[in-house]
């Protein structure tokens, strides 16, 4: 793997990034209706909330704690 040096015409192109958790295609069971009654209530309730200016702002590293917990708890 080779270093380029940027130049400053490359400078300025450059972009902000950010790195984001990328995940392959599974297949999935199919929710049943009380599965998907729950989910839609869920979302109901978070949209109420962030009407009624109770949402959290996002923070990168809350986010990501989350995240991990998610993947490290999950039974495989």
């Known amino acids: ?3 380029k040096t940027a ?5 300025a192109k450059r972009r902000r990034t ?5 995940t392959t295609m ?7 209706d009380r599965e998907r009654a ?5 979302l109901q309730d978070a949209e109420a909330r ?10 990168p ?3 990501k704690n989350r995240l991990i917990g998610i993947y490290r708890g ?3």
Do not use: C, H, Q
């Not at 130049?7 to 400078?11: L, Q």
């Open 74 to 76: 999950a039974k495989r």
């Open 1 to 3: 793997m080779s270093n």
């Open 38 to 42: 729950e989910l839609t209530n869920s």
């Open 18 to 22: 950010t790195t984001v958790p990328v």
């Open 26 to 32: 599974e297949e999935i069971p199919v929710l049943s």
């Open 61 to 63: 590293k809350t986010f």
């Open 50 to 59: 962030v009407k009624a200016g109770k949402a959290i702002d996002y923070d």
């Open 7 to 11: 130049t400053p015409a490359t400078k």
